[in-house]
DNA sequence: TAATAACATGACAGGCTTGTCATATGAGGT
DNA sequence: ACCTCATATGACAAGCCTGTCATGTTATTA
């Protein structure tokens, strides 16, 4: 948590520290991000520095949170609303989502993605526990599906929300290029939607 | 490449020069592992060191060296005749050589986790590449499957091929328990099964 | 045995980082 | 004008790591 000096700082010294903490921690992992470079981008002393932050994670999870609500602000909705769509359906939702957040705010993506590709401390701080738990509401979703008649029965309902979480969590990203925000979309889009149309179809109820 | 005074070294001390590496890479990031653990543990001055090796890179890709070549020692075979099987078939048996693999060399398989954990440039160096090769051929692989009516022509064979990329390089090593070998063994052989069964079925001809 | 080559050794310089602290500056109230 | 509290500042200590190098030590060969 930043201090209450920081937060008493005139919008425009606060926003120059976000910024250049959103831009470094958008380049480069979180371990290769220097207070000195930030402090140097940011044009604050480095005392000043620790007198709005405690350290570095400190900051860190400061602008991550920062992050996590403008992306949730791309889901709530469906997040809140999920009781009369199907599994599948969910997450092709939620993919899409993801996808506008991701071109709407590339900087912020590329820092989750950072903190994807490096399973650090910090990564399990902020990421393991919230995907255990997305896993168990797969499930419970899964299993409803298969109730319906939705999702075969004979599928391992964990394998099956691990396969999500897997999917969905990683091979997006790879697409985005920040000089072609559009087609990245369009690209993203796509592709999500044939990865789904594929699973979709794996687990769907056999027709005899 | 080690320098060829390494090389002349005596057995016992090349060896624990090794084993000391393959313990800590095995443990830690490439990153977090310190030549100064290195030499302690091995028991050799930090001057012979660098007598041996030119860095810690140096030393590290002669490590990964000798996990690569004991990892193909177990795919060898499938990798050089899998002319009479399907795509799908030869995932999976490349997949369970793998678990063996990893069952049997707990400690290589933790270097190679630990390497796409944490993908800096080591894993651009190492990695990256090869990953674009085994899309490459199993692309081909997957348009032949699609000729012979094994897999539906309107899937989209790099979306597919990444797919099997990306969860055949992740998922497994989540369940290795080096405490309980036998168990993770029986464990990622039924979870690989599972996931390939939602996959084939996800990709099959349909029957109409 | 003497000379030469190969190998061993650990102190140390140099570079980079983090977090602290003594001191300076400014803003608001009386 | 003076005092007080909040904020600003950058030099610096301390820590850590890498790679080097001058100097021993051992092996080999003539």
Redesign the pocket.
């Known amino acids: 948590m930043p201090t209450?000096?920081f937060l008493?700082?005139d919008k425009e010294?606060r926003n120059r520290i976000i910024d250049a903490a959103i831009n470094l921690f958008a380049e480069r992992t979180y371990e290769q991000t220097?207070?000195?470079d930030i402090i140097k981008i940011a044009k604050?002393?480095?005392?000043?520095f620790?007198?709005y932050f405690e350290?570095?994670d400190d900051l860190y999870f400061y602008i991550f949170d920062i992050v996590k609500l403008k992306k949730m602000e791309y889901m709530k909705n469906t997040l809140t609303n999920y009781e009369n769509i199907s599994f599948i359906n969910l997450v092709r939702k939620l993919y899409n989502e993801g996808v506008k957040f991701a071109t709407d705010h590339p900087k912020y993506i590329k820092i989750i993605d950072n903190l994807l590709r490096n399973k650090n401390y910090i990564y399990d701080k902020l990421i393991k526990n919230n995907i255990s738990i997305a896993e168990n509401i797969y499930v419970d979703l899964i299993k409803k599906d298969m109730e319906k008649g939705l999702i075969r029965k004979d599928i391992d309902a964990i394998t099956f929300a691990r396969i999500i979480v897997q999917l969905t969590s990683n091979i997006a990203v790879e697409e985005l290029d920040l000089d072609n925000l559009e087609l990245s979309y369009n690209k993203m889009i796509d592709k999500n939607s044939k990865i789904l149309d594929i699973i979709e179809y794996g687990v769907s109820e056999r027709i005899n």
Chains 1, 2 share one sequence.
């Open positions: 209450q000096t008493n700082l010294k220097m207070i000195s604050i002393p480095r005392g000043s620790y007198q350290d570095k």
